[in-house]
């Protein structure tokens, strides 16, 4: 760091529990966790689970844009999306405009396993939720939005 740098607290002056990736990744392991075992008797895995909610409101994304959504590495997401084909959650198309690339879609069975798994979804999302007023859980939402525009890498 240069002279001119700003000087930031340390971790330790913050305290883990001031530090908002450290509360994220607390968060999001407590949420997954929730339902896992709802998930794995329905045969899916957390990556499996974010594709079929990502693409029960998004038509036909493609392969690059679905990682993007599922927060999934490309080779993790193409393993889950062969066993989803397997399994009949979705299905695959190439490109109309682009014969290289695929889009991928939510089938009726998908779909039906996906209603299948919201309601734990949401039940978890309410248990994060207890006792914090609505207006306070729109702010947080919009400021989740904004820092995710600071730090995104893609348009998506």
Same mark, same amino acid.
């Given at each position: 760091?240069?002279?001119d740098s700003p000087r930031y607290p340390r971790l330790g002056e913050i305290g883990l529990t001031?530090?908002?990736?450290?509360?994220?990744n607390r968060i999001m392991g407590r949420y997954n966790a929730s339902f896992r075992e709802e $998930? +794995?008797?329905?045969? &899916?895995?957390?990556?499996?689970? @974010?594709? &079929?909610? =990502? %693409?029960?409101?998004?038509?036909? /994304? %493609?392969?690059?844009?679905?990682? =993007?959504?599922?927060?999934?590495?490309?080779?993790?997401?193409? !393993?889950?999306?062969?066993? $989803?084909?397997?399994?009949?959650?979705? !299905? @695959?198309?190439?490109?109309?405009?682009?014969?290289?690339? =695929?889009?991928?879609?939510?089938?009726?069975?998908? @779909? +039906?396993?996906?209603?299948? &798994?919201? /309601?734990?979804?949401?039940?978890?999302?309410?248990?994060?939720?207890?006792?914090? /007023?609505?207006?306070?859980? @729109?702010?947080?939402?919009?400021?989740?939005?904004?820092?995710? &525009?600071n730090i995104r890498k893609h348009e998506i």
């Amino acid at each position: 760091m240069s002279e001119d740098s700003p000087r930031y607290p340390r971790l330790g002056e913050i305290g883990l529990t001031n530090f908002a990736p450290y509360l994220m990744n607390r968060i999001m392991g407590r949420y997954n966790a929730s339902f896992r075992e709802e $998930m +794995a008797q329905m045969g &899916l895995t957390t990556p499996k689970a @974010r594709t &079929l909610a =990502v %693409l029960s409101v998004a038509d036909g /994304p %493609l392969i690059r844009e679905l990682a =993007v959504y599922t927060v999934v590495e490309q080779s993790t997401l193409s !393993r889950a999306l062969d066993q $989803m084909q397997n399994d009949g959650l979705i !299905r @695959r198309e190439p490109d109309p405009a682009d014969s290289r690339a =695929v889009r991928v879609f939510i089938t009726e069975a998908g @779909r +039906a396993t996906f209603e299948e &798994l919201w /309601p734990h979804m949401v039940e978890a999302q309410a248990r994060m939720f207890r006792g914090i /007023p609505e207006e306070e859980r @729109r702010a947080f939402a919009a400021t989740l939005q904004k820092m995710l &525009l600071n730090i995104r890498k893609h348009e998506i």
